[in-house]
């Protein structure tokens, strides 16, 4: 599927909102895939697609994940804000025909983030906080660390939720913690 296509797709599944979020987080991911070197193509994919699942059901995430057979633990599984990201890694291969690995992760972590995470990842995590509809304390201060230094963005991403789940009372996902402090170490070398 070309990305005109999987435009017209996502137009048609997406609310307008959704989508003129996802056409936002897609072009910001492109931008900062040029800035940090890695694949502009594959990253306008991945950010065009990071939320294709967000607005299913949590029964329809559910099934869409056992059908392919992804293991997922009990709390990701409970929750439609986590469990988008593995849904929409299974919506990507078989709704929007893209099985390329990395993109397909990158869909697939970029609410939690992980440890390890590639470029491609990191740049989809924090194009989907930092893309023009957005708007919160902070975010302008947010997209100028993303242009002067990713690891330092997505730490400062982390922080951001962490931060914000904390004052909410939520639930904060383990993986979260790990991929911050993955950043944390890996700063400290």
Known sequence: MTIKEIKEKLESTLTHKRFVH???TSDVAGRLAELYGTDKKKAEIAGLLHDCAKELTLAEMQKNVEQEGIQVDAAVLKRRA???GPAGSVLAKT???VY???IVQAIYFHTTGRPDMTTLEKIVFLSDYIEPSRDFPGVDQLREKAEENLDEAVMAAYNSTIKYLLDSGEYIYELTFLARNDLILKKGK
């Open 100 to 102: 390329d690995k990395e």
């Open 82 to 84: 986590l469990l988008h």
């Open 95 to 97: 709704l929007y025909g």
């Open 22 to 24: 996802s056409l936002g």
